[in-house]
């Protein structure tokens, strides 16, 4: 890792939340009051915190000791740092995992998330979330709720946000374990204020594509609401392969250097190469060169100026065209929205393949075979 004093960032979008249902209603209900009297002096969006490294309740990381030992060194005017994470593992049980999502944070945000509990017994919910190339990152709030031990590294160029590495000894996500994995930690959660008062706070975990292409297979029901986790050694198979359509993925990485889930999707006739991301409820994502020719070969509406919240950077500007009948693989997507980035937008032009496709089917990520499994639509 290089250091102009300045972490790296992961592109991962925080969400929205606290802890469990009861969390998410509360979140709800200030949502919905807010909105009532915005007029009035309110907020709801991303909060950046002060640097916490000389914060006497802040624990640091011995860069010496430990599963996480730090070397730094200088290499003309830029600090680069060598981190050795040891004795990363997951520890699952012989047979899957299967549980459910946190039902409204899908229905509300179109997020995937499940309930971890940290080492002092505090709870966060964790994001499944491809999209992001470390295994683990953490908010600020999880930071000190969790007293979990840091390294600071600075501001992050593309967050804005001070962070570094951050020691996570475990999470517990239901009879799953997830020992010392890579984690990072950005000072950044979203808050809900009122006249200045703030009324919620949230506590955001990342579970990212390290972590999870740790697992052999991770199933997404979006028919069920249920995530399902493969055991160690264990391989996707299905009753009937004939009902599901396969496509091959690679781990490439992106303009901007992120190791991302690159696959191949037939979209209108075509092959759409895109990074799937678990964590976006948008079924696409385009730059203004992939959407010129997709829009050649499909009857779209005008592309209306419109507004995307990414929950770091906050509001960008992009367009949104609808498809009225878009062909993604075997399906048919009614009225399909698609997202269209300009050139110049902070959050990147690179072509996304998201959820919102999804919402009614299956889709399974096989690592051990590197196959994007989709349940055709007769048998969602």
């Given at each position: 890792m290089k250091r102009p004093a300045a972490v790296a960032s992961v592109r991962s979008p925080w969400t929205s939340g606290s802890g469990g249902k009861?969390?998410?209603?509360?979140?709800?209900?200030?949502?919905?009051?807010?909105?009532?009297?915005?007029?009035?002096?309110?907020?709801?969006g991303p909060v950046r915190t002060a640097d916490m490294q000389n914060h006497p309740d802040v624990r640091h990381i011995d860069p010496k000791k430990g599963p996480v030992r730090i070397d730094e060194t200088k290499e003309d005017d830029t600090i680069v740092l060598t981190v050795e994470i040891r004795n990363f593992t997951i520890c699952t049980p012989a047979?899957?995992?299967?549980?459910?999502?946190?039902?409204?944070?899908?229905?509300?945000?179109?997020?995937?998330?499940?309930?971890?509990?940290?080492?002092?017994?505090?709870?966060?919910?964790?994001?499944l979330d491809t999209g992001a190339e470390r295994a683990a990152l953490v908010s600020d709030v999880v930071v000190r709720e969790g007293k979990l031990a840091i390294y600071p590294v600075g501001k992050g160029s593309w967050s804005s946000a001070f962070g570094g590495i951050c020691h996570l000894p475990w999470i517990q996500i239901g009879p799953i374990r997830v020992l010392n994995p890579p984690c990072q930690y950005a000072q950044l959660h979203w808050e809900a204020r009122l006249l200045?008062?703030?009324?919620?706070?949230?506590?955001?975990?990342?579970?990212?594509?390290?972590?999870?292409?740790?697992?052999?297979?991770?199933i997404f029901d979006n028919v069920r609401k249920e995530v399902e986790f493969g055991p160690k050694n264990?391989?996707?198979?299905?009753?009937?392969?004939?009902?599901?359509?396969?496509?091959?993925?690679?781990?490439?990485?992106?303009?901007?250097?992120?190791?991302?889930?690159?696959?191949?999707?037939p979209i209108a006739g075509e092959d759409l190469r895109g990074a799937f991301d678990t964590c976006s409820p948008s079924g696409l994502h385009l730059g203004p060169k992939e959407w010129r020719k997709l829009s050649a070969r499909v009857a779209t509406g005008r592309p209306r100026n419109s507004t995307m919240y990414s929950a770091i950077?906050?509001?960008?500007?992009c367009?949104?065209?609808?498809?009225?009948?878009?062909?993604?693989?075997?399906?048919?997507?009614?009225?399909?929205?698609?997202?269209?980035?300009?050139?110049?937008?902070?959050?990147?032009?690179?072509?996304?393949?998201?959820?919102?496709?999804?919402?009614?089917t299956v889709v399974v990520l096989d690592f051990e075979r590197e196959l994007m499994w989709i349940k055709r639509s007769a048998d969602s």
């Open positions: 009861r969390g998410m209603r509360k979140a709800l209900l200030i949502f919905v009051l807010t909105s009532c009297v915005c007029s009035s002096g309110c907020y709801v047979e899957p995992v299967r549980m459910k999502y946190d039902e409204m944070r899908y229905r509300l945000a179109g997020v995937i998330a499940v309930t971890g509990v940290l080492p002092n017994g505090k709870e966060c919910n964790v994001y200045g008062m703030r009324l919620w706070r949230d506590k955001p975990m990342i579970l990212g594509l390290g972590a999870l292409r740790r697992f052999p297979y991770v264990g391989l996707f198979e299905p009753e009937n392969p004939d009902r599901w359509e396969l496509h091959p993925f690679r781990f490439e990485r992106d303009r901007t250097d992120n190791l991302r889930i690159q696959v191949d999707l950077l906050g509001p960008l500007r367009q949104r065209a609808t498809v009225g009948k878009l062909e993604v693989g075997s399906r048919t997507i009614r009225n399909a929205e698609v997202v269209i980035l300009p050139e110049d937008s902070r959050f990147g032009t690179e072509t996304t393949i998201g959820m919102g496709y999804f919402t009614d």
